[in-house]
């Protein structure tokens, strides 16, 4: 049943697309004097939700034409991201797409368009989605950073490096299958999105989920990755000693203020095995775990991650 409203859904949307939305014959009750390959050969694009709020995520499937080196490409909300393939659909001659699309914490509220592209530019499905915003804490923050030395700002330069070069990472495979779970059973003391006011001026929001664990707390991993970066970082930078996972097809996550790091780089980790341990390395008042979820480079609310993969890959 869902089968064929997937189908059905697909259909009208694709004929839409193709210029038969005027039409005034109903598309829907007899789907097709075509030709049955014809019909099912139609690409299907099917997002989680039309309707994300601010800080969330959308989850989008492609059925499409499968040729050597084809790259499909999602273009929408300033984002342009790869659809990752998930071989192919039995008894069809196409291949099942696979996205995930984050929603900054402050977009503007309102519709958005979404468009799929092919490798040479060819748009070939679009859709829309309703953005609706969300509810946020406000934290004001009067901070004077202590002035670095010029050695001091190019030792965190460097290590900034290391980070850029692991934030964008689009791996092919993916080491993670079912539900993600919580690094660490604590209460949250810093909701992802918070908006942060630094000395009265709107600096951005949390990008993290910020959880109040003791310190020397072992922090598990949420889900299958390889361990792209775990370094020591200099008493001047201000993540401290972290860990980033690349989880494989656009999906990371970084832990960051550890006091000591229990994995090295290049290495697999399965879910819940031990990265780190709690610490206050970097800029950190006190003993916590700074949490950074990102979907294709952007960042996105890692409990509303957990939410949505405990639905969708039981
Ligand atoms: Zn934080």
Redesign the pocket.
Known sequence: MMRSIFIFLGLAFWFQSAGFAQSNAPVSASPTDKPLEEVFDAPVLKLSSDQVVQGQLCALELEAPWREGVQYTLEGLGQKIPFYDQGPIPNKSHHRFRTFLSVKADLKPGGYTLSVKDEEGHRALKEHLEVKPGSFYSQYIRFVSPPLKPEQQKQVAEEDKWVDAVKDLRTEQAFWNGPFVLPVPHRVS?AFGTRRYLNGKYNGY?S?V?FASPMGYPVKAPGGARVALARYFSKYNSNGNLVFLDHGQGITSVYIHFSKLAVKEGDRVSKGQTIGYIGSTGRSTGPHL?WGFYLNGQNVDGLAWIRFSERAFQ
């Open positions: 810093a949390h993290g910020d700074h």
